[in-house]
């Protein structure tokens, strides 16, 4: 079956554009994630969705950054007037079960490489 | 809060060669432990996790990992590497109440003819 799709693959804008970044999770998946990770680095923890409700925006840096999942599937992270700083792979996630399956296994997609120029 | 670390950020190993990927983390509280595997342009692919009981875990690939509680570690092994096994490992801790998933930096295992 179809896995964690991300679009684009690639992204490249200049500093001060706006950036929406497409998370489309497993037929099904109740939970959703969204991750940073940067070169040479490991996934960093962005937010946290549990079906349409947004249940952890703990890791998200600041407030130029905002995520919807609004009928509990398709996702958006949004960046606005991104910095050169948020050059970066994001990346999603998504579980068959909720929060309190602590167990539950991710499955993540490939990935949206940004680069702000 | 937990937290994780990756000992090696680069392991080269020759063919057939054994390989120990070695990981430690920190948490006050009851923790999950994850090893992905990236390939290169895909994503994280889950190789094992522990959740409880037998420390010795074995996961895809020919992987397996030690889970010991009184060294924190979780170190990664294969008794014998092939030179499709050459990605990026990454550990990772969750608390067994929640859902965040802290990962480590990674190490980049490179394995050669």
């Known amino acids: 079956g179809a896995g964690v799709s991300q679009s684009p693959r690639y992204k490249v804008t200049k500093r001060g554009q706006d950036v929406a970044l497409r998370c489309d999770p497993i037929s099904g998946h109740v939970s959703l994630y969204w991750y940073r990770q940067a070169l040479g680095q490991g996934p960093e923890f962005l937010t946290y969705f549990n079906y349409e409700a947004q249940q952890d925006k703990s890791g998200l840096p600041n407030d130029r950054f905002s995520a919807e999942r609004p009928e509990g599937s398709i996702s958006t992270l949004t960046i606005q007037r991104t910095e050169q700083r948020d050059s970066a792979m994001y990346r999603c996630a998504s579980s068959p079960t909720g929060r309190l399956a602590g167990d539950n296994e991710q499955f993540f997609g490939p990935g949206t490489r940004l680069t702000v120029l | 809060a937990q937290s994780v670390t990756q000992l090696d950020s680069q392991v080269p190993v020759f063919e057939e060669a054994p390989v120990e990927l070695r990981c430690n983390y920190s948490?006050?509280?009851?923790?999950?432990l994850f090893w992905y595997v990236q390939y290169p342009n895909q994503g994280l692919q889950l190789l094992l996790k522990?959740?409880?009981?037998?420390?010795l875990v074995k996961g895809i690939n020919g992987f397996e990992a030690e889970f010991n509680k009184s060294q924190t570690s979780f170190h990664l092994r294969k008794p014998s590497v092939h030179i499709s096994d050459t990605a990026e490992y990454f550990c990772?801790?969750?608390?067994?109440?929640?859902?965040?998933?802290?990962f480590g930096a990674g190490t980049r295992l490179f394995v050669k003819a």
């Open positions: 522990y959740l409880s009981g037998s420390t």
């Open positions: 990772a801790v969750r608390n067994t109440g929640g859902f965040k998933t802290i």
């Open positions: 948490s006050s509280v009851s923790v999950y």
